[in-house]
């Protein structure tokens, strides 16, 4: 009797390691195809498939950058290995995410002469993107994506894919992110030193916005808010483009350190208290319980302080308040010549994103249509990858397996290139 479920063929193996300010997340994907039960006819096209996964306590790196190479480096190190262990194979080389607030962001136009004569083929795209990699770049910056989000031919305009037509003259308008240099070069380097390549580096919030979006959200209009340790991060996205990055430097890590100051507990105890009670909105039935709490250097004493659960609630409302308010400032300082079409649908993600009643608290704020976001793109990954704390690392994957698979936006042709294809490009580029 055959097999009528279906199953999954897995192929070459890319990894995305999240280096956060709490947590170094690494997760290793592979190109899988979706069967039949005869195995002989494919259902799907390719998709990543969920290998394995590692995570450590983030140490070596803050806000600012790598603080402590050797700390850093060890654990980087063992969350490799364990996601190694967990998947049964070795990664050379990683995707890894930049935050972002070390990035800088600009919109410049690039320019490409064509015959007039020929449809615009995948190699003149290539060609138009490397003319992008001579970009002048701000001092101590160094280039990190060049994302097309318009592109124009000779008089005609907002051509979503030019492909095929014949004109004398293409250009693009361009998002460009850069990043800053000193970070790149330090965690690069600590990363070298773990055995492994860096094979590209994304922006944290565009790679949650890969992640997360469906999309119709991106081609409608979208804005990610993405609440992470020590800074929330920003994405608006429009006609399937990221088109503004924006963050600031507050987080969940400051709920936990507000928790700890105004009771007077350890951090590991806030953290604890803010899992286990934390909420925007209580009801009038728990407003008065009473919650244990272990005072700072008292942990071994039999002495228990209590609180109330409505003071814990109101110490995390008023720094989740302070979040939003300046979102919302954020949101309003973007730049004219984004449609304002992005605001129409706002997602959340990020640990902190969790907390019980922030999604309601967010569409109140911003009187809009508000949704809790997790990752999309990762097949089999369980509850690991799920959670939203974990969105930049499976969006790391969607952005490996868009390259491995030639899909991602400066490569339009999906097929691998064949040897005339290359000799072809690189007179092209060259002559």
Request: hydrophobic share 40%; proline share 3%; net charge neutral.
């Amino acid at each position: 009797m055959r097999n009528t479920k279906a199953r999954a063929r897995t192929y070459g193996s890319f990894a995305g390691l999240d280096v956060g300010t709490e947590k170094i997340s690494c997760a290793i994907g592979s190109l899988a195809y979706d069967l039949d039960g005869d195995e002989k006819k494919r259902v799907q096209g390719p998709q990543i498939f969920f290998a394995g996964f590692g995570q450590r306590a983030s140490k070596g790196v803050n806000i600012h950058g790598v603080s402590e190479m050797e700390v850093l480096e060890d654990a980087i190190l063992n969350a490799v290995y364990a996601a190694e262990e967990a998947a049964k194979r070795n990664i050379k080389d990683v995707y890894v995410n930049i935050p972002a607030h070390l990035t800088q962001a600009s919109r410049v136009r690039v320019k490409l002469s064509l015959s007039g004569q020929t449809p615009i083929q995948p190699l003149h795209m290539r060609k138009l993107f490397s003319l992008s990699q001579n970009l002048s770049v701000p001092k101590n910056q160094i280039l990190v994506h060049v994302l097309p989000f318009s592109y124009s031919l000779d008089e005609m305009t907002n051509i979503a894919d030019p492909i095929g037509m014949i004109g004398r003259e293409l250009s693009a308008e361009c998002y460009v992110i850069t990043a800053v240099q000193t970070y790149v070069q330090n965690l690069t380097h600590c990363i070298g030193r773990c055995n492994l390549d860096v094979a590209g580096f994304v922006a944290d919030s565009y790679a949650a916005g890969m992640a997360c979006l469906v999309s119709d959200e991106a081609e409608l209009g979208a804005t990610l808010i993405d609440i992470g340790g020590k800074s929330t991060q920003m994405a608006c996205f429009l006609g399937g483009n990221l088109v503004w990055l924006g963050a600031l430097p507050m987080g969940g890590f400051h709920i936990t350190t507000d928790l700890a100051r105004c009771l007077s507990t350890t951090l590991s105890q806030a953290e604890r208290l803010k899992t286990l009670y934390g909420s925007l909105f209580l009801g009038n039935q728990h407003s008065a319980e009473q919650v244990p709490v272990t005072q700072v250097g008292e942990e071994n004493s039999l002495n228990m302080g209590y609180v109330s659960r409505q003071l814990i609630v109101d110490i995390i409302k008023a720094r989740v308040d302070e979040i939003l308010d300046e979102v919302l400032v954020q949101l309003q300082s973007v730049p004219h010549h984004v449609d304002r079409v992005v605001f129409q649908k706002i997602l959340l993600t990020g640990g902190a994103a969790q907390l019980q009643g922030l999604a309601d608290l967010a569409e109140e704020r911003f009187d809009t249509k508000v949704r809790f976001a997790q990752q999309l793109c990762v097949l089999g990954a369980d509850s690991i990858l799920q959670s939203p704390a974990f969105s930049t690392c499976a969006g790391l994957l969607q952005y490996a397996f868009q390259n491995y698979t030639g899909r991602s936006l400066q490569k339009r042709d999906q097929k691998p290139l064949n040897f005339w294809q290359r000799v072809s490009l690189w007179l092209n580029e060259h002559i």
